[in-house]
Each structure stands twice: as C-alpha cells, then as structure tokens.
C-alpha cells in the first residue's frame, strides 16, 4: 500500500521506517526535502495548505495520514472527500482548536480543568476573576512543545501577556498545581479493533518533554485514562493512535490535550513494547490487524534535545538505543531520543543518569 | 554520515533502514529504481561494473560498503583508492570464489571440506576419480542460493553437470553428510572491537534458506566457529559483520563458505538480538562502537519466498514480526521473513509451525 504523510518531521520517519519493515510505500508533503522524513523516502515538496501539493501527494497515495496537527481542515476536507484520509479528519480538528477540545472532554464527561474564553482584553480580566491566579494564558490554536502558552502570576503579568498572545483567540486556563503528568496512548483500527500502551509518566522542562517512563504502576489512573481515550476513539469513529496527556492532581485525572497521532511520549514503544506505536499507527491506517501493546519492560526515554548529540558516547552505553532524526542542532529542537528497557525502574533510572551526563549543556 | 551502498536488494534495505535510526544517511547503487533499498532512500541507477556509476556513488558519500557480493574486485580497486571501502575489498575478493575461499580456510587452518580445481574435461573425471561419489560440482564464482551447484551422484551425472557449467572454472567438492547447517556470524569495528552473534542453526531447500533459529544450543561448536570467524576477521583486518557457514558432520564442523557482509541466517537478530547484525554492520563501517550481540531470548526466523504473503494472516499471529521487502512476488525469490522470539525453543517450534501453516503452497 501506498500512504501519504502530511509532514515529513521525526514523527512521519518513524512512521514510515516502522512501515518499511511491513512492505508499505511512502510520499511525505513538506516544504523542506531534507526534513526528517524526506532522508528516507520520496517527498512532494509544497506546504501543507496549498490545495495542488495536498492533491498531487493524494494522487500518488492510497491513503492519507499526517505527522503534524496544523494542517488547515478546509484543506483536509476537501482533499478527505477523494482520498482516505486517517484519522478522521474530524479528530483531527478537534485537536487543533483548544476550545474544541474542552468542548470535546466536556461532552465526554471527561474532567479537564476550568476554563473560560478569552477573545478580548475585557473577558481576559473576567476569566482572571472567575478562575483566580495563578492561570495560564494560551492561544486556542497552533501551541506545542510550551509555545503560545503564558502563566499568570498576578495582575501585573496580564498586561505582557496580553501583548505577547492577545491577536489570536485564547483561553484561560485554571493553573493545575499536579502531581504528575501522564500520558495514555490508544491504537483503533479501521475494523474497530481497540489497543492500548501502558499509561506513560511524563517530565517537561520549559514546556518541553524532556523524559518519560512507564509503566507508572497506576493500575487505577491507567484503567481511567483507557476508558477516557476509548470515549474519544468510538467519538471520532477513530483509526489511528491517539494520544492523551493528562495532570494527576490530588490523586486524579484531568484531561490536558488530545494529540490525534502517534506522540513523543510514546518514542519508549518502538523498544519498550512488543509492536511500537508508530507500526501500529500504520497498521491502524492501513486496515491491517493491529500489533500487541504488551510491555517488553519497563521503559525510559529521554529527549536529546538542541545541542549536537555524542553519538559515540551514546552507543557506548550498555542497553541504549539511540534515535536521531537527522536534523541540524538548534536550540530547544528535538534531535532525537534514546530509549532504555528494563530490567526494572531504579536499574533504568541509573542509566537515565548515564545518558543524562552525556548530553550537551 | 553519508554511506553509500552497492546493490539495493533486502540487505541493502535493511542496512538502512537500521542506520537512519542513528541518523546515517543512505545512497544506493543499483540498475532498479525500485529495488527494495531505492523505495526507501536515494539511489544512483547503474550496473555494478560500471566505473562512473561507481564513481557517482562515491562522490556523493563519505564510506562506501555493499549488499551484493558480484561487484566487480577491479572495479571496487579502483574506487577504494578514493573512498573508504568497507568491508575490504580483498575480503569480498575472497567470498567471490570458491577457490580463494579454498585457499583461505586452507592457510587459517579452517577445516573445510576437500575439493578439485575442475578446469576441463578431464580434470572433472581426475577429481571424480580422487573425491569419490556423490560430489558437488560448483562453479567458482556468482554462485548462491543454490545455484551454480550440481550434485553428481553417479557417472552418468559427469555428462549433464559439465553442459550445465562447463564453460566457466569449477571446483569439485566431497558431499557432506551433515547432521546440521549453521553459521557463525561476527562483527568488527575499525577499532578492532569484536562481537558475535549466537551460532544459528539453518535449514535449506532446493538450496535456499527456508529458517533458522538460535541458539543453537552446542557450547562447544560455538566457541570454535567463533575462533575460526575471528582468524578470518584478522586475516582482512576486517571491518563490519562477516558470516561463515558450517556444516556439522559427525559433530566436527566443516567450513562451507563466507559471506562478508549480513546474511539471511541473521534475519533474527533485529528482535532477537540486543543489537541487529544491520545495526552493527553500520556502526562498524562507520567506525561507531559496537552494539551489544546478546540474545534477547530464543528466536527462529522463516523465509517468505515465491507466492504473495498472507501480510494480514501473519500480522494477526500473536509475537510474529513480519519484514516483507517490497519486491514483486516471483518462484523462489524471497520476499521477506517473520522473526519469532521466545520464550523456548518448543513455543518457537509451534509458532514456527503456524507461520509455515499460511505460507502459499
């Protein structure tokens, strides 16, 4: 079969190297041909909203699927209603639009934290009496990796805020103070086959995902966070992986944000489980039947993340698997990442240490 | 780094396929576009004797190494003087011709079967005269899977052996009765660091590798197929993964023939070992450090060859891991192959058992 991707970053060449292995084709759409996923197969050089590069990737595909959530949905509804296109564009566009996404948890009686639309300074000031600080400001769309986000202090931080976010629409968000972070990933299949990873642990820096483990040995979160990503999955008629990041907060869970795709706090999987997440996304799409999610161990993985990676050193860990995605060091770019398995949490914890002190500073 | 490979066949594929993951970028060179390396990185289209295509290749790479054997030893001379050629040419020399190998096992003391240079006619009843029968005719050079092999079992086989292969030079081999086939499979860095691979035990038909599994489970036979890899690692001052195949007869071994590169006897080890034998192929050639060879746990790997796999039967039996190549379905071409990993050798035997169950007849 021959699949399209929507972006050709780290996430669409690990899609495609786990694809490769089960015979499938690959074309990305990117504007750079030396992105990640351009190295290692054929690309259709354009931007992700121009209507003749979408048709013309479409037209060399079976089916369609994407590596980043900024993919205009007019764009994907027009190019949804002539070539297969998973997952469905609709999960897609929730996932875009952070106000969707509330809506979303809210109708699948899913707990998120407060919040209250901010479209002008007036209502800013509003949601800042209603919620009380400390808050975050956040543009509704086009966030990631702690971009598009401002925490609020006092009433004096409104003001920069406002500057910084305040063209686009946002929201107000209650500030979670949280326990952990979490992340649980779920595989649908086109047949309605249902899978999923062991709830993951997250640790971010600057916004960033710097580090994750799992499993958490939660058993009662982990079954929570399942029923909540199925509520989503059988919402959307999804197929694909989803991913949800969540806060523990008071020992529970509330929704933070979808990712209607395969997801960094994932990366652990293509060592750490039996069939990776990014095999079982294209088996997902590709109508094939899906992968066991079943912990080889437990797993780490650590984000290189900026400066040029020591290769040499990383490979002279015992029991590291090193990943680079074949991009140019650039500060706060994520490079590539190194997974570590088992046997147990406090042997990978010292390795994480191992694989820490070789990072650039 | 840039790595060049000559021959973009599965080996080739999966070389890459391998390295991306450590951010190695890949150039084939091959006379099909759609070769299985040429769907999943850049390729140079060309034969593998033609010197400007060669040049091409090594123009636009930084190291050049090979999936196939037949590249002509002039040719890669001639290149070698200008880019870093790795495995050395004067191994892949060797592997080229069934004398040479001969001659190599002869000085480094590897037992191996005896044999007759068959130059003519004449020479073929000497060796006959000398062997005794059943011998296997074979021709020097661009034999594999079988093929440039004829069995002669009674005289009245000399006739139809030498109009078959009677036109190029020719080696008489003593038939061995082996109790089993295996093969030794090593590693070396540019360092001189040294791995190996658990002994693998082959099974063949019509002169093809159909599976194998390891480990083999003979301590002994191990270790001294190890120390006869390592004299022929030495011997080259060899760089990147070497396979030496083994009879077994009345429990001694028997050398049959090198291969200096990865082997399909190796297919296991990218679940079944720590470390692929494609992983560490490219991170000897790269002058990386070694990965770890250790077994994950018993594993066994069976050939897809001829008919259109059964991708969704395959995919829905629970631990197989299905590699299919991309190549067009054909009468004993191989495809691709499952890998089936642990717990023992009796669950393998099963799963092997089910994997044979949807293999086209």
Chains 1, 2 share one sequence.
């Not at 021959?2 to 292995?21: D, F, N, P, S, V």
């Not at 050089?45 to 959530?69: C, H, K, S």
């Not at 809506?103 to 009496?129: E, K, S, W």
């Not at 161990?297 to 698997?321: C, R, T």
Request: glycine share 10%; charged share 25%; aromatic share 6%.
């Amino acid at each position: 079969m021959r699949i399209g991707i929507i972006g050709a970053g780290q996430l669409g060449r690990m899609l495609a190297l786990a694809g490769y292995r089960l015979g499938q084709r690959f074309v990305f759409l990117d504007h750079s041909a030396d992105a990640p996923g351009g190295q290692v197969g054929q690309i259709v050089l354009g931007e992700f909203d121009d209507p003749r590069r979408l048709a013309e990737l479409a037209e060399r595909v079976d089916i369609l699927t994407y590596d980043v959530e900024n993919v205009p949905a007019a764009a994907v509804q027009e190019i949804a209603r002539r070539t297969r296109f998973l997952p469905p564009p609709a999960a897609l566009e929730a996932g875009q639009d952070r106000l969707n996404e509330k809506r979303l948890f809210a109708r699948l009686d899913i707990p998120a934290p407060d919040y209250r639309v901010v479209d002008d300074r007036a209502q800013l000031d509003a949601a800042v009496d209603a919620l009380g600080l400390p808050a975050v400001l956040k543009t509704r769309r086009l966030g990631y990796d702690g971009r598009g986000q401002f925490v609020l202090r006092s009433r004096a931080d409104l003001g920069p805020a406002w500057s910084a976010l305040g063209r686009v629409p946002l929201i107000l968000e209650c500030f979670v103070q949280f326990e952990r972070e979490v992340s649980s990933i779920g595989v649908r299949s086109t047949s309605g086959e249902l899978a999923h990873y062991a709830l993951t642990e997250n640790r971010h820096e600057s916004g960033i995902l710097v580090r994750s483990h799992a499993p958490c040995d939660a058993p009662e979160l982990e079954r929570t966070a399942r029923e909540y990503v199925e509520r989503i999955l059988a919402n959307f008629d999804y197929a694909g992986v989803l991913t949800l990041e969540l806060f523990v907060a008071d020992g529970r869970l509330l929704a933070n944000e979808i990712a209607p795709r395969v997801h960094n706090s994932g990366h652990w999987t293509i060592e750490g489980a039996v069939t990776s997440q990014f095999e079982n996304h294209v088996r997902a799409v590709a109508g094939l039947p899906l992968g066991s999610t079943e912990l080889v161990a437990p797993s780490a993985m650590v984000n290189l993340i900026g400066g040029v990676p020591d290769l040499e050193g990383l490979l002279a860990l015992p029991g590291a698997h090193v990943h680079l995605y074949g991009k140019a060091p650039r500060p706060g770019r994520k490079l590539g990442h190194v997974t570590l398995v088992g046997p147990d949490h406090a042997a990978l914890d010292a390795r994480i240490e191992a694989v820490r002190a070789l990072l650039p500073a």
